[in-house]
């Protein structure tokens, strides 16, 4: 079991080093999350994929490891899925309604509004070094020039041969806005060889990979097709 992330740990990397954070534009994300946290659930009642991962990450790790999830939503599936693992769960997400959701859904979690950008040593949302991590859906958030910087900062988070579970919609698209819910959201995407080529690149081993077609239950579009990676940090 580790501590509490932040003293003897080895030293974390930035990620976001030669990475101009003047671009960084989040603007509508979170009020799009917000507007929509309340049905989210609903929404997206059937989540196989992000289960089947969330469980071997939870098993990757002995009981108390302490794990980060990027971009946590409600708590549901996966902190509470994490926590029920019997590890410490510290989640992340810029959407206010839902940090204030997965506190209550997860209490034995900890839950924090903080943008991924700000997690690296040395910024304002530092929260230390992490066992494992989840990044479900959360990536596909930000422009694809910022998802390797990202995934970096994210490698250094992590102690060495740490497990990272992480989930991308496979799309050939760069910070496009669509509809979601009701609410207008910017989002990226690969095709999985190129996903898989960004994620070896930031030093992560792919372990397995499973794809899932997908559509939420609310609307009537065609289905999309989810990946889900299960990686190692490397040494």
Avoid at 185 to 207: P, T
Avoid at 218 to 223: L, N, Q, R
């Amino acid at each position: 079991m580790s501590g509490d992330g932040r003293q003897g740990a080895p030293a974390a990397a930035d990620g976001y080093e030669g990475y101009d954070r003047t671009v960084i534009d989040r603007s509508g994300q979170a009020e799009a999350f917000d507007a929509i946290a309340t049905r989210y659930t609903e929404a997206f009642p059937h989540r196989e994929g992000q289960v089947a991962a969330g469980a071997w990450l939870a098993g990757e790790l002995p009981p108390g490891s302490r794990v980060l999830d990027v971009g946590c939503g409600t708590g549901v599936p996966t902190a509470a899925q994490l926590a029920e693992a019997g590890h410490r769960v510290v989640g992340v997400d810029l959407a206010a309604t839902m940090v204030a959701l997965s506190r209550e859904n997860v209490p034995k979690a900890e839950f924090h509004q903080l943008d991924l950008a700000d997690l690296g040593p040395g910024r304002p949302g530092h929260l230390g070094v992490f066992d494992g991590a989840a990044a479900f859906f959360s990536l596909l958030m930000l422009p694809r020039a910022e998802i390797p910087h990202a995934l970096r900062m994210l490698h250094g988070l992590l102690r060495p041969g740490g497990p990272l579970v992480l989930s991308m919609v496979e799309a050939d698209v760069d910070d496009a806005v669509i509809p979601f819910l009701g609410s207008p959201i910017r989002v990226s995407g690969y095709l999985r060889d190129e996903l898989r080529q960004v994620v070896r690149g930031a030093g992560f081993e792919i372990a397995g990979e499973d794809s899932y077609a997908y559509a939420p239950a609310s609307t009537e579009v065609p289905p999309e097709i989810q990946l889900f990676l299960q990686c190692r940090r490397s040494a």
